[in-house]
Each structure stands twice: as structure tokens, then as C-alpha cells.
């Protein structure tokens, strides 16, 4: 087992989950950030684990899970796991610790102000950086349309979109 | 009876404190039922922590949810550990939010070996071609929401598109772009509060003659 690498994953994800701020797709960026730094997965990996990471239950952030997994097996995927989540429960922890200060002042949401901006335009990075390779293929760029606008008229939960935009890339091989 | 809701009012608690275990088992229902994560599962969060279980008073629900949203990281994952830390402590936050994140880790693992076995037969390619259409499709719809949730002050606007362009012509990290809109947030409070403080002199000065 290496160490090091295991260590690297470790310190990769406690940034990811301790910067994630403005909910699970927050972390997509940062989580992009550390792969492509590293080499540890190719697009099309990194692609798959954010899907999978809706597909399944729980929080978007289990797409650690499957980074960790790629990287350095079992014992990749828990270190992985429990690194991402860990600024998670120490910042609810504070959080209930110092509650009422924090929620008298005007810094701190003046702060989440500052930072939603960023996750935003950090996010539609992410999108753009994926979705340029599709831009040859029409399909592809259908798919992209229909999966948002159906995602935002909120009619479709997003398993069920993701599973859909699998069925339709299989069929699209036959 | 008046005891009771002292208590209530207190601490936002019921009387019907639960053992880890209970809360274990119902976060590991969530972790297995919550499909799709955020407002469907919000939904779920409450029915079963607020409704069927008398753990919650819907104002400490709310609460929390406020906490949460402070947090970094996924909103479901900050709310559950909270409400658990308020049930029973460190140990019943760390229990209880690895029973919450169990089902999906198995899961996950699973997919992952699977996927990483088959990822270059044909039909699997393909998939994966539909897939990340899939992923940009979503990232667009949670960027849409995200901008319509966005507070309208022209701050906001000015920050987000300078971290676009910023992001898009040199290659730099995340981190610094949400630190820095942390500090744009807070800067402007300062400037907010030494303009009022200038506008606030000239008064005085009037009184004291």
C-alpha cells in the first residue's frame, strides 16, 4: 500500500470538502482541481464519477469515493471518503458551538455573499471544460439542452436524468 | 407538563431523546431512500426527523438548516451530522453520519470496479458519451438555480463575473477564487461601515455646538 499516495488523497479531499461552500455541486470544481493537478483520472473518468456521485444515493460529494477508489483501491476510496467529509462535521460542530455569535454578525453572511458569486462562475468553468469536447457531436449537445432544461423545470430528479443520457449514448453505439 | 415545555423552548429539543442507534438507523434509511440529493431529499430529511420522529421542533429544523447552509459541503450531509451532534453528541454526529454515508460508499465502490473493469468495451464509450452529456446538462441547471437563488446586488454580479473571466484566461485554483470572494464579501462590509460612520460625523459635529 503507498503511503504517500494515500496521504496525497487524504490532504487533496480535506481541501475539497473544508472549501465547498454553497452546497454539494460546490465541491465539483475543487474536486476537478485536485484530479487534473494530479492525473488521476482522464475526463471521461472524472465525468463518470460525478454521475455516479447523482445516480446514487446520498450526496454529490460520494464522487470522492470513486476518485479515492481509481487511485489507490479500497483503501483509497475510504480515505477518500472520510477526508471529504470531515470539514463537514468539525464546521457543524463549531457551528453549534459559537451559533448564536455567528448569527448576530453581518460578516459572516456578508462572507457567504462574496463566496456564492464564485461558486457559480467556478461551476459553469467545470461545465464548459466538459462540455467543449462534446461540441462536434449533435446528440451530445442535444442531450446537454434537454438534460438542463428538464433538470430546471425540477419535473425529472437527476438519477433519473444521468441513467436516461446512458440509455441514450448506448443506444446511439448500436 | 409546564416543565416539559420549558424544556422545549429551551433547547428546541423534545423529551424523547434518542440512543445512537435510533438515529443510526433512521440516517441509514435516508443514506439508502435519499435518491437524487437536494430539495427531494430535504423533503425526506424532514418527514422523518420532524413528523414521524418527535427528535426535532420544526424551529430548531430551521435552525439548523440556517447552520447548515453556513457549512462547507453537501447542505444534507452538513444538516444531519448537526442535528445529530444535538442529539446525542460527538459520538451519535460520527455514528449516525456514517450510517448516512454507507449505502452510497458500497454502492459507489461497486460501480467503480465495475466501470474501471469495463470502461474501454464499446458499449460502455458510449454510455459514458451520454453520461458526461448528462453531467453538463446538470451542472447548467444547478449554475441556473444557482443564479436565481443569488442575491440581486451588483456586488454579487461584479464578483462572480470577475472570477469567471479570471478563471477562464489563466489556469488557477478554485480555493483561491472562493477565498477571494470571502474577502470581496467581507471588504465590503468594512467599506459599508466606514461610510456610515462618515456620513454619521457631520451630525455630531452640528450637536456639540
Redesign the interface.
Known sequence: MDISLLYNLAHSFL?V??????????????MQ?VVHQNAWLTP??F??A??????????????A??IG??VAG?SG?VVA?IA??I???V???L??KF?LK??TS???Q???????????????????S??Q??MH?WW??L???????L??S?RI??????A??????????L | MQNKNEKILETGQTDNTPGWLDVARVYLKI??????????VMDLIHSELVEKHPWLTEQRYQ?MV?????????????LL??IA??LGG?KT??LA?TA??L???V???L???A??AW?NH??V???????????????????????KK??R?W???V???L??VL??VMPI???W??????????L??VVETLRNRHINTPSEDNGTK
Open positions: 481541501k470538502g473544508m472549501f465547498g461552500f454553497g452546497g454539494g455541486f460546490a465541491m465539483v470544481p475543487l482541481n471521461v473518468q465525468a463518470a460525478i454521475a455516479l456521485g447523482q445516480v446514487t444515493p446520498g450526496p454529490v460529494a460520494i464522487s469515493t470513486f477508489y481509481k479500497f476510496a471518503t471529504v467529509f470539514p463537514s462535521l464546521a457543524m460542530y457551528l453549534d451559533y455567528i448569527r453581518h460578516i459572516t456578508a462572507i457567504m455573499h462574496g463566496i456564492l458569486p464564485v461558486v457559480i462562475a467556478i461551476i459553469l468553468h467545470v461545465a464548459i466538459m462540455g469536447p462534446l457531436s451530445q449537445i442531450t446537454v439542452i434537454a438534460v438542463a432544461s433538470a430546471i425540477r430528479g437527476y438519477g433519473v436524468l444521468i436516461g443520457s446512458v440509455v441514450l449514448g448506448m443506444l446511439m453505439v | 443514506g439508502t431512500i435519499g435518491f437524487g440529493g437536494g430539495f427531494a435552525n440556517a447552520l447548515a447552509e453556513m457549512a462547507p459541503g453537501a447542505l444534507t450531509v452538513n451530522s448537526g451532534y444535538r460527538v454526529m460520527i453520519t448516512l454515508i449505502p452510497s460508499f454502492l459507489i465502490t460501480l467503480a470496479g466501470f474501471l470502461q464499446p458499449m464509450k458510449g454510455a459514458l458519451e451520454g453520461l458526461t452529456a448528462g453531467v453538463v446538462g446538470l451542472l447548467l441547471a444547478v449554475v441556473w438555480s444557482m443564479i443569488a442575491p446586488h456586488c454579487c454580479f464578483v462572480g463575473l472570477a469567471f478563471g477562464i485554483n478554485p480555493v477564487l472562493v477565498l477571494m470572494g470571502g474577502m470581496a464579501g467581507a465590503k462590509v
